[in-house]
């Protein structure tokens, strides 16, 4: 069979780029201190599988360094290895490379050999070093194995220190169903086991099901194999490295240390068994990484029968493991029956488990992939029938007679299932904020590094759920946040000890939703922004008069226009500008809104208020003439009808109206967008405050209808953007309403009269 | 309509004919290539978009997209017409670079479907300068008519990049 592998590599890179998100992860935490041994088990398992997969596909490179990454691993997983920063630090690295390797084989881009080469002398480097050998804590601190403090390089390997390797083994092996389904194939392995030493398989089909039943793509077979020879158990191993966790593999050696071995691997599956019960892991593979983790619980039971049969080559060899064996020895006094017996007794659950342990790995999480295109035409599809639903509630609403009420209750649940749907729909486009958040522990580590401070990251709220949409482009400017919080938020250490501060800092995102949006914050606690330094900065540039007197608010809002943010600005506040009229600019794009509250000296915080999602929004409906406009509610201040005593004119055309203590300008729509209205007197209409960049200004418009959530469509997909609108909607009656794009409506009305032609030349 | 069965221009025989289907618009008989018509609606009515030439009559809503509908009478510089229930819009789907742009056309009446031979279409004449000249792909005669074949990529494509004007009328 010839099978094309060509396209399993997109699926091979996504989901190894996810595999390298959580090593990064594990990584991080395993620096951050904490000591839990399924953390390297995560570690491993990523190098691991992008190994496998990168040989399957032929990507060579990735294979081979991977590989000797494994190597490393394994060692820090047996314990031979501590993870101390140096080597999180290798691994990091590792770990970006790999990113880069897989991103320049997808894009089909060379290699950067180089620094693969590099990488991976470095790595060799360390191997070369001797490993301390003192077992790493996370071993120790493991609760699967609380009987299992022994050294773990003897553990290992329970049968070669005795240089008495068995005379051959008998290997029951047992795949999985879904050993077939996932490209591997059992001959090949039996050739493979075959080319170590004379084989005789036996083949089990007691589990074969009757044909009709028959599922072609299910292995039931089991094989029974003895091999012969003085091989070691670790290459027998590794012709199954494959299959690990996609089947139940029974290793027993025969010969002279044999029935030594086959109870301690035997005592390993128990043990195994008895950790996959009480931390019911998620996956198969977990089990098996926990057997393996595991096995250093053999040489107890090893020891026991050892010697009570003979006396063992073991213990002379391993005179840490005679101390352990002690006790052992002396709870199991009677010869050869009692081990024997307890490991058979042990293997009952261990082989009661493994079900369960399969079914878990069959269940995968229960997601599939779908790609975004879908998901919005189905949105698309929902909208549409939206419409048609309240286009016929609106013809049922005259008709009468009983049938008629009947009908229109029927509309009524009809609308209610529909706006089910388009929840559920909406729904299915959320994901967790974690997504974006989880960049940030590296990031905050590598220019905390840097930059000599010490900074301690909190993340909270990361299972916000947000449009991916929105996920997509809320990235950069909370980088950027973030960024300028570590740089010039908080300070050195030594600054922030002579400010009765804790030496570390803290920087804290924090994510939550707040009535229909979502609102994340980028804390801090370092020196806080500098009120009058911007001030004066802001008034040498212009941008002030100056004996203006600004709110605080104001004040902090002038860091986000642009050119604000140079190197000219004096340095200690000034940096926060750096790119902040971006981040503005990009949260305003997206609906949503900037926010700045700070104190000097105890830090400062940027909230930003995001749109659960970019293809739904909160309009209120306004009628200019006959022309009906959507104003998204989030820009909206308030709603006034205007009295006399407000309005002033400034010259011939320009009316201001007084609110409060602000002047703001009137902007007639019907003026603007040349359209006929109903009322030309601003006492007849209502004046909308708006409000866009920290401007507002008054809309007069006729009347206000009703506020709904629209469906946002693109004037571009078939037209051009227009400036001043945002997108187009369906309203209940199919009409089509322009959305208001309040910053682009504004900018109109300033651009208006002197500087039309230049308009219609940026239009052009 | 006119209940002529489906006139053959001359030549049908000729490989690479390409069918087109015609329609009025102030008297003269215009054919747009068949291929690129998606439907033929009623009208129904658009949504006004400012700062849009006043031959883009605006947008409408066709199932779920929005669609600009260009009168074709307006953007040759006829005069115009009153909308009614019987005002026909063409909806095309054009090329417009890498991408696919649907548009409505509104014209008076849809005629016929013609196939028409390469050979005996003549290139338009040139008539100084005229943009619109542009959009005609060339003329052809049938039943002593002549019929102005668009090339409906350039139009709608002229008229969704047209200049912005300050508000429409």
Redesign the interface.
Known sequence: MTLDLAQFHETFFAESFEALDSMEAALLKLSAGEADLELVNTIFRVAHSIKGGSATFGFSDIAAFTHTLETLLDELRSGKRRADAALVDTLLRSCDLMRDMLGATQSKEPIDKARVGALHAEIELVLETPADSAPIDTVAGTAAMPAAPAPQDSAARPVQPADEAPTGWRIHFVPGPKLLRNGNDPLRLLRELATLGPCDVRVDAKWVPPLPELDPEECRLSWRIELEGAIEEAAIKAVFDWVEGECDLNLEAFGPAAEATATAVTAAAVTAAAAATSVAPTSAQAVTAQAIAAEPAAPEATLTQATAMNPPPQVSANEGLARHAAPATNTAPAPTAAPEESAAKAAAPATSTAPAAHGAASGDGGSIRVSIEKIDELLNSVGELVITQSVLSQLAAPLEGREAEDLRNALGQLERHMRGLQESVMRVRMLPISVVFNRFPRLVRDLGQRLGKRIELRLTGDSTELDKTVLEKIGDPLVHLVRNAIDHGIETPEVRLAAGKPAHGVIELNAYHKGGNVVVEVSDDGGGLRREKILAKARERGLVSGDEELSEERVFNLIFAPGFSTADVVSDVSGRGVGMDVVKRNINELGGHVQIHSSPGKGSMVRIRLPLTLAILDGQLARVGEEVYVVPIVSIVETIQVRQEQVGSIAARAQVFRLRDDYLPIIRLYELFGIEPQYTELLDGLLMIVEADGKRVGLFVDELMSQQQVVIKSLETNFRPVMGFAGATMLGDGRVALILDIPGVISRFHNREPRRDAAQQVAA | MRAAAMPIAPGDAEAGTTQYLSFVCAGEEYGVEILCVQEIKGWE????????PAYLL????L??????VIDLRLRFGLPPRAMDGSTVVIVVRVRAGAAE???GVVVDAVSEVYSVAPANIRQAPDLGGSPDGACVRGLTTVDEKMVMLLDIDRLVASC??A???????
């Open positions: 009515g658009v949504t006004r978009v400012p700062y849009t605006g947008v409408m809503n199932r779920g997209v929005i669609v600009p742009k649907t548009a969704i990049d200049p912005e004007r300050a508000g429409t009328a």
